[in-house]
Every structure is written in C-alpha cells, then in structure tokens.
C-alpha cells in the first residue's frame, strides 16, 4: 500500500492540473451513511418512492418527513474529515484545481475548498415551487410538512432528485473541468449513478490518469482506474496529500 500511495503521489505531483469526483463515500467518517451497500439510505427506504422528483410533487409531506428532514437535521451536525482536508492540503499544494462531487452536505466548502462544483445541488437550501425565492434549510427543520413560502408555496430542497436534470452550470463546469485535467481522483464514489460516473470515463478518453479511493471496487476499478487504492477515504487522502507535498513537481 506505501508503494501504491508513493507513486499515485508521484502522479499527482507531476501533474499540471489534478481534479477530484467525490461521492457519499467521502463523507462516511463524517457520520453520513452512504446510499448503496452495507448501511447504505437505500436498503432502508425506495429511492423512486422518496428521492424520485414525482414523489416528492405528489405528496411532498411525505417526502419531507421520511427522507429530507432527518438527512437536514444529520448533515447541520456533521463535520468535515481527514478526505475532505486532504483535498484541501492538495488545493493549497497548488495541485488540485476543482471539485466535481455529487454530495449535497457542503463538507468540501466547510473544509476550505474553494472550487467544489455540485453536481447534484445542494442540501444547504431550499426553495419555493411558486415564486422561487431561496432560503436556508435550516429554517425548516421543524414545524408544520410541507414547509411553506410566504408566498404560499411548498418549500423543496434544493438538490437533484431522481428525474431531474443536472443544474446547467453544473455540468458544463464539470465538462470543462474534465476536458482540461491530467489526473483525476475519484474518491468515495460507487460511479453507478450517470452522468457523474461517466466523468472519469471521459477524462481518461481525455488521457488523464485516473486514482481512485474507496473501500471497495467499482465498476471503474479494473477499467478505467490506472490506480485502485482500497481502504477509508481519511487515511488514503492525509496520506496521499503528505506524500504529495513531499515530492517536487518533477516526482523526486
Ligand atoms: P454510493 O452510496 O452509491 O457509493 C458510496 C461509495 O463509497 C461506495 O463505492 C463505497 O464502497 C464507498 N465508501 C463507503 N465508505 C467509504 C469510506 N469510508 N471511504 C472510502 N469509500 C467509502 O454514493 P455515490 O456514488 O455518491 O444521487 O452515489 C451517487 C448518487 O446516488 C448520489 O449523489 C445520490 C444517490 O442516489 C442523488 O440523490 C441524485
């Protein structure tokens, strides 16, 4: 493992612009349980049933309080970790440039990053279906469900449900992110859900090297991943940052 850590650092090191996709495995040893998997929010409850956009338009009381109540009231707690700071040590590094990550818990921006692009929106607030005005989630925590403007209108979170497009800006920032990288790090993500898990895809068409973090494989590891580094985000990042910042940028 020292030695796969050493020479994915070498890639990073030698790279002239790094980039990172993230997903809900990142946020793990945050206290944020993943979707798929062991513990993963979907062996719980039906992702079409609360996550899907046509659910929550149908009876968003409902989707409020079996889903999007408690994930507000989980992530208002949770805290960044060593995977989101690793990434932070490697933007200060000058060596990474952005993030593309389908999380909606903001760890990346509470942790310091400062280019984090969210490709399925953010959980950070929410907005009113009739007269769009925005406001933090926070405000809905508690009271009546469905929360309501004072417009008058249902409140919705402002991430991406199931059936819905990618914000725009979003994916076009990602695309260009993708285009221009050399190296990509694909932490924490089972890369199951389009169009996200296409990304590393397209980088590595691009010709990026491609190092990837999770604690189990994807279907990403034994094709596209140049580098499968197997283990808890936290430690493979504090350590492939500190091996990075050890190294010049020609790799010694
Ligand atoms: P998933 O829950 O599908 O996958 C989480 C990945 O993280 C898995 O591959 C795990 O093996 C890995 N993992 C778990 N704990 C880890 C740890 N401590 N360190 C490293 N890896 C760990 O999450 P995503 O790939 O992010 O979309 O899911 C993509 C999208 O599916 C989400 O953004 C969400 C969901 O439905 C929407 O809500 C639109």
Redesign the pocket.
């Known amino acids: 493992m020292e030695a796969l850590i050493q020479q994915a650092a070498k890639e990073i090191a030698c790279a002239r612009n790094v980039i990172a996709l993230t997903?809900?495995?990142?946020s793990?040893?945050s206290g944020i349980p993943?979707?798929?998997?062991k513990g993963?929010l979907w062996e719980k409850i039906d992702?079409m049933e609360v996550?899907h956009i046509d659910a929550f338009m149908e009876d968003p009381a409902r989707v409020w309080r079996l889903l999007i109540q408690d994930m507000g009231h989980l992530l208002a707690s949770a805290q960044p970790n060593d995977a989101h700071q690793g990434l932070v040590a490697l933007e200060k590094q000058g060596r990474l440039t952005s993030i593309i990550t389908?999380?909606v818990d903001g760890l990346h921006q509470a942790a310091g990053s400062s280019r984090v692009v969210e490709f399925?929106g953010s959980f950070a607030t929410v907005s009113c279906l009739k007269c769009h005005t925005k406001q933090p989630i926070k405000n809905c925590l508690t009271g009546e469900l469905p929360p309501l403007c004072d417009c008058g209108g249902v409140l919705r979170p402002d991430?991406?449900?199931?059936g819905e497009m990618i914000p725009m800006n979003a994916f076009h920032a990602a695309q260009a992110a993708v285009a221009t990288c050399d190296v990509m790090l694909v932490v924490?993500?089972?890369?199951?859900?389009q169009p996200?898990a296409q990304m590393p895809v397209m980088a590595k068409q691009n010709g990026a090297v491609i190092i990837e973090?999770?604690?189990?494989s994807?279907p990403l590891s034994h094709s596209i991943s140049d580098y499968m580094i197997k283990g808890?985000?936290g430690n493979s990042m504090r350590q492939l940052a500190t091996a990075a910042n050890e190294m010049r940028s020609d790799g010694s």
Do not use: K
Request: charged fraction near 10%; charge should be negative; proline fraction near 9%.
């Open positions: 997903g809900a495995g990142i793990v040893e993943p979707f798929r998997g993963g992702p996550a389908q999380n399925h991430c991406v449900f199931f924490g993500t089972s890369a199951t859900v996200a973090v999770n604690l189990d994807t808890p985000a």
